[in-house]
């Protein structure tokens, strides 16, 4: 199996930043798309930003220019570092990563706990 361990939420003012961070761990065989979703109360989750193992990366319309996604292929681990928030980027934000465990012959999504993202002043 795979864990994933996010870290890095918190309180910020509007115009502030945070880098979230996550971390894949278990009996990995590959990993191929790393993103990040969010989900606030009261709506459904969505995609903020993914980043696949050869490259391309996707980013959600709203958080264009202010949110930036990297990874660590040898330390399978993705970041988010997430400029000039905003009161409607407060949610809940998970981990996610498309994985090939020890067993499992094909990708499956894994996730992480959530780390909360509060926006406000």
């Known amino acids: 199996q795979v864990q994933l361990v996010e870290s890095g939420g918190g309180l910020v003012q509007p115009g502030g930043s945070l880098r979230l961070s996550c971390a894949a761990s278990?009996?990995?065989?590959?990993?191929?798309?790393m993103g990040w979703y969010r989900q606030a109360p009261g709506k459904q989750r969505e995609l903020v930003a993914v980043?696949?193992?050869?490259?391309?990366?996707t980013y959600a319309d709203s958080v264009k220019g202010r949110f930036t996604i990297s990874r660590d292929n040898a330390k399978n681990t993705v970041s988010l570092q997430m400029n000039s928030l905003k009161p409607e980027d407060t949610a809940v934000y998970y981990c996610?990563?498309?994985?090939?465990?020890?067993?499992?012959?094909?990708?499956?999504?894994?996730w992480g706990q959530g780390t909360q993202v509060t926006v406000s002043s």
């Open positions: 278990g009996s990995i065989i590959g990993i191929n798309a």
């Open positions: 980043i696949r193992s050869a490259g391309p990366i």
């Open positions: 996610n990563a498309d994985a090939r465990a020890a067993g499992w012959s094909a990708l499956r999504p894994y």
